[in-house]
C-alpha cells in the first residue's frame, strides 16, 4: 500500500505571496491533519480533515486555509506569505477509529525569502 | 488541554548502551499516548503506542515504552542502541474521548538521540 504523498518536496517563495500544498493520503484513510514543524515551536496541529469537512482547527491565522476532496486529498494554502511561515509542513492520515495513529508524509519545505 | 513534555532535547549515547528518552505528559481526561521518530528529511513513523491494557508497550526496532498513570509518564527505552537510531524522537498524546468528535495530536518538543561508535 502506497503510503501518504506529498508535493512538493521543496518550495520557495517570496514574502506576499501564495502557495498551496497537496497531500494524497494512504488509500482508504479519510481523516487528514496538517501539521507545521519549526525548528522553535515543534509540531504544531494546523487542522483536520474528515470527508470534505474541516473537524478541527489550530491556533493560525486565517492565512492558513486548507480543503480535502472527495477522494480524501487534501490541499492547503497559505496566502500573504510572511518568513516566519518558512517550515516544514507535514500531512498525515489516519483511519477515523479513536487512537488510529497517523500515518506522516515526508513534508513539504517551504522557504519564504 | 493536553500537553507533552520531553525533558531532554538531547541525548548522546554510545552504540550497545542503554537509552531512556523521557516524556510526561498533561491531562485532565484519559489519553492515548505515542512515539514517533523522524530520520533526517523525512516525515514521522511510528514506533509504538498506548491506547489500553498492558502497560508496557514493545514498538518496533526494538524499542519499548512503559506507561505509568501515577506518574503521567511514558518513557521510550532501548536497551542496547545502534548508530542507525539516530534520529529525533517524539512524544505524543490525544485525548480518548475529544470534544467535537475530532482527534488532535499534541506532540513534544522532541529529543535528538545521538548513537557515538
Known amino acids: 500500500k502506497a503510503g501518504v504523498t506529498q508535493t512538493p518536496r521543496y518550495l520557495i517563495k517570496t514574502r506576499g505571496q501564495q502557495v498551496t500544498l497537496s497531500c494524497s493520503p494512504i488509500?482508504?484513510?479519510?481523516?487528514v491533519s496538517w501539521y507545521q514543524q519549526t525548528p522553535g515551536q515543534g509540531l504544531q496541529f494546523l487542522f483536520e480533515?474528515?470527508?470534505?469537512?474541516?473537524?478541527n482547527k489550530g491556533n493560525f491565522p486565517g492565512r492558513f486555509s486548507g480543503r480535502q476532496f472527495s477522494n480524501s486529498r487534501s490541499e492547503m494554502n497559505v496566502s500573504t506569505l510572511e518568513l516566519g511561515d518558512s517550515a516544514l509542513y507535514l500531512c498525515?492520515?489516519?483511519?477515523?477509529?479513536?487512537?488510529?495513529?497517523?500515518?506522516f508524509g515526508n513534508g513539504t519545505r517551504l522557504t519564504v525569502t | 488541554a493536553q500537553s507533552v513534555t520531553q525533558l531532554d532535547s538531547q541525548v548522546p549515547v554510545f552504540e550497545e548502551a542503554p537509552v531512556e528518552l523521557r516524556c510526561n505528559y498533561s491531562?485532565?481526561?484519559?489519553?492515548?499516548l505515542f512515539w514517533y521518530v523522524q530520520y533526517p528529511n523525512q516525515g514521522l513513523q511510528l514506533l509504538l503506542k498506548y491506547l489500553s491494557g498492558s502497560t508496557l508497550v514493545k514498538g518496533i526496532n526494538g524499542f519499548e515504552a512503559e506507561f505509568n498513570k501515577s506518574q503521567t509518564s511514558f518513557h521510550l527505552r532501548k536497551p542496547s542502541v545502534h548508530i542507525s537510531d539516530t534520529a529525533e524522537y517524539f512524544c505524543?498524546?490525544?485525548?480518548?474521548?475529544?470534544?467535537?468528535?475530532?482527534?488532535?495530536?499534541?506532540f513534544g518538543k522532541g529529543t535528538k538521540l545521538t548513537v557515538n561508535p
Open positions: 498525515a492520515s489516519s483511519l477515523e477509529y479513536w487512537g488510529s495513529p497517523l500515518h
Open positions: 505524543a498524546v490525544s485525548e480518548t474521548q475529544p470534544q467535537g468528535g475530532s482527534e488532535k495530536l499534541v
Open positions: 491531562s485532565s481526561v484519559s489519553v492515548y
Open positions: 488509500s482508504g484513510h479519510r481523516s
Open positions: 480533515y474528515f470527508s470534505e469537512t474541516q473537524r
